[in-house]
Nanobody, 128 residues
C-alpha cells in the first residue's frame, strides 16, 4: 500500500522560505507522479506542483511558478517542496499525493481527482 507522510509545515513570516517533505513508500512500480496540493480555509483544494518518477519532469501552477520548486531524492524516497518568497495567501494545509502510471496530461493539469493516495497534510502559516 502506498503511504505518504508530509512534514515541515510551520509558522513563517512573509518573505521567508520553507521546505516541505513528503516521505513516500509502498510503490510496486517506478512509474508514478507525486503532487503537492494545498487547501486554505473556505477554499477548494489547489494543485500547485508535481514531479514524475520516470523522468523527473516538473510542473507548476501559475500561482507558485518562480517561487516554489519541487524536487525528489530517490535514495530517500522523499519529494520536497521548496517555498520561497512566501506570502500570507500561501497559508494553507499542504498535502502530497500520488498517482500511478500518470500520463503527461495528468501531470500537467495537477487535479486532485487524478490522485489516488494522500498524506495527512501539514499546516503552513505565513504571517504578514
Amino acid at each position: 500500500e502506498v503511504q505518504l507522510v508530509e512534514s515541515g509545515g510551520v509558522l513563517v513570516q512573509a518573505g521567508g522560505s520553507l521546505r516541505l517533505s513528503c516521505a513516500a513508500s509502498g510503490f510496486v512500480y517506478d512509474d508514478y507522479g507525486i503532487g503537492w496540493f494545498r487547501q486554505a480555509p473556505g477554499k477548494e483544494r489547489e494543485g500547485i506542483s508535481c514531479i514524475s518518477s520516470t523522468d523527473g519532469r516538473t510542473y507548476y501552477a501559475d500561482s507558485v511558478k518562480g517561487r516554489f520548486t519541487i524536487s525528489s531524492d530517490n535514495a530517500k524516497n522523499t519529494v520536497y517542496l521548496q517555498m520561497n518568497s512566501l506570502k500570507p495567501e500561501d497559508t494553507a494545509v499542504y498535502y502530497c499525493a500520488a498517482v500511478l502510471f500518470p500520463r503527461m496530461a495528468i501531470m500537467m493539469r495537477i487535479r486532485e481527482y487524478d490522485y489516488n493516495y494522500w498524506g495527512q497534510g501539514t499546516q503552513v502559516t505565513v504571517s504578514s
